[in-house]
């Protein structure tokens, strides 16, 4: 029983060090990773070169379908060249096998000592996510090495023995087994590793380890499958992809593991090498095979999974890829997109203010009112994620992302909110009381709206690009339209001490409307101050000292 426990315990290990791995290569490179790979997707064959590269560094083909599906998702990259990327990736994680299948246990103490040693020193710091990954690398060499020696001694024991003869005599049950134990472990890598080991340690026979072997590729596939269930159907569609390819591979290499033992065996000694070199062979085997058929692969599963009509989706979160949160930089991506879909809405709500005031159409009116509870869903939708996404797996930079989209969907929920009370009171007081503004009222309250409008556009330009100059000038607005706005209020009096009949009717709306248009505007100027202040351009205090003391000697 113990010795079992031992294996068990070598095995988690090394699952774990295989997540401590993937998790730290993606906070450290996780926003170049994506960069890479989207520079360098130009046809299907330098895409299948970067998926090698990219999956070679984070050891998951899983993490690299994950990355590549939010591509496909955000129209970036067609379907057919991330197919091809995915077969790159499966040969890039077989080629990450084939290094851990040498001896490098010697290596596991200095990994994880230097390892913890930055960890510790400097957690926070990409230096710090770097020791996580040594820590990671470390712990797997020392699991193999664990799970070599404790294999040693259950090779006599007869149940063991016995669960090994049935595993021999049937095919499908180890390609089954394999599937199982790559999904549950989420890591074929581990799994494949783990059957290299046992097999050299003589628990598990050759002909049973390539059939697991089969299995934890298939696995593999099914598991990407699995995770991107509940994401959009543009995301769903690489990974199903990827398990057509996986599952024709099994199917085709099924039958002929016999030849590779009886013509590869003779020139490969070492038995962890012969299994992971099969493995290899396997993926490449794929990736030959299916790299010039992308195209019909990706015509099949477009048909399987439809897009679905856009315009059924105007109202519902469609960005919010949850299983992008396990890649903190592809979730912050994913929650920018959805805040600009947020203020798209505010947007339409904004431009049809202006039709309900000159048509005095209620319906109109109604419509717009509604799509403030699409704004403040939305919000929630936008809150809920970003609290799922785990801060101190950020870097610096994305940190203050995270911030900014934060801010940025407070103000324009807080902008619905405003816009939908400005609309009640058109309604109570101008349109069912029959009431319209004068000439004049009606020239200032759309060049205040033109402005509006611009200023909401130049904000949404400025969240998305992070430009200071666009930041600067979306402040300077900001100074302009408070000018406007108290210009209009005296020109306003001015037509009341004229009795002009339709400016004191309107008055109180007048005055209202365009206060209200003037704190939706500071709402849209206070995207600029997080840019602002990150580049050293805002002042610690805008009160001039001067003018405080001038008004305490007074």
């Not at 990409?126 to 820590?135: E, H």
């Not at 024991?157 to 180890?174: G, I, Q, T």
């Not at 599963?301 to 930089?329: F, I, M, Q, Y």
Request: glycine residues 6%.
């Amino acid at each position: 029983m113990k010795h079992l426990l031992n294996l068990l315990a070598a095995i988690a290990l090394l699952v774990w060090g295989t997540h401590l791995v993937r998790t730290g290569i993606l906070r450290v490179f996780g926003a170049n990773l994506r960069q890479v790979l989207a520079r360098s997707i130009s046809n299907r064959y330098t895409a299948a070169l970067s998926g090698i590269g990219v999956t070679a560094l984070v050891q998951s083909s899983t993490a690299t379908a994950l990355i590549v599906s939010s591509f496909v998702g955000q129209g970036l990259v067609a379907l057919p060249l991330a197919l091809a990327v995915m077969l790159g990736a499966d040969v890039g994680t077989s080629l990450m096998a084939v290094v851990f299948s040498f001896d490098l246990s010697w290596l596991s103490p200095l990994f994880i000592f230097v390892g913890v040693v930055l960890f510790i020193s400097r957690q926070s710091s990409s230096v710090g996510r770097f020791g996580r990954v040594l820590i990671g690398l470390g712990l797997m060499l020392l699991a193999l090495r664990l799970v070599t020696e404790s294999t040693a001694v259950l090779t006599q024991a007869p149940a063991v023995k016995a669960l090994l003869a049935s595993l021999a005599s049937d095919r499908l049950l180890e390609i089954t087994m394999g599937a199982v134990l790559a999904v549950v472990s989420y890591s074929s890598l581990a799994i494949v590793l783990l059957t290299a080991a046992l097999a050299a340690s003589g628990v598990v026979p050759l002909d049973v380890a390539l059939g697991l072997v089969l299995g934890a590729n298939l696995g593999s596939g099914l598991l990407a499958v699995l995770t991107t269930a509940r994401s959009a159907i543009e995301v769903r569609q690489v990974p199903m992809g990827n398990l057509v390819f996986k599952a024709l591979g099994v199917l085709i290499a099924a039958p002929f593991t016999g030849l590779w033992l009886a013509y590869a065996r003779p020139y490969i000694n070492e038995t962890a090498t012969f299994v992971v070199l099969f493995h290899l062979a396997f993926n490449l085997l794929v990736g030959g095979l299916f790299i010039g058929v992308t195209p019909l692969v990706a015509r099949w599963v477009t048909r399987w999974l439809p897009k679905p009509d856009k315009s059924t989706l105007a109202g519902r979160p469609h960005h919010l890829d949850p299983s992008a949160l396990s890649t903190p930089s592809l979730a912050i991506s994913c929650a920018a997109r959805e805040a600009l879909h947020q203020a798209d809405i505010v947007e339409t709500m904004m431009l049809g203010v202006l039709k309900v005031i000159k048509d005095n159409d209620l319906k109109l009116a109604e419509d717009l009112r509604k799509l403030d509870d699409t704004v403040d869903e939305l919000y929630s939708a936008i809150k809920y994620y970003m609290t799922k996404i785990s801060r101190e797996a950020l870097g610096e930079e994305e940190s203050r992302r995270w911030t900014d989209i934060i801010s940025f969907t407070i103000n324009m929920e807080q902008i619905g909110d405003i816009i939908e009370r400005v609309l009640l009171d058109i309604e109570d007081k101008k349109i069912r009381k029959g009431r319209s503004f004068s000439v004049a009222g009606m020239a200032e309250i759309c060049e205040l709206h033109a402005r509006l409008v611009s200023n909401l556009r130049l904000g949404m330009s400025v969240f998305l690009n992070g430009t200071v100059r666009d930041a600067q000038k979306l402040l300077e607005e900001k100074a302009r339209f408070r000018d406007l706005e108290r210009e209009y209020a005296t020109t306003h009096l001015g037509r009341l001490s004229d009795n002009t009949m339709q400016s004191i009717e309107t008055s109180s709306l007048h005055i209202d409307l365009i206060s209200d248009l003037k704190r939706i505007n500071s709402h849209i100027c206070s995207i600029a101050y997080p840019i602002l202040d990150s580049a050293g351009a805002l002042a610690p205090n805008r009160l001039r000292k001067n003018v405080l003391l001038d008004a305490d000697t007074r």
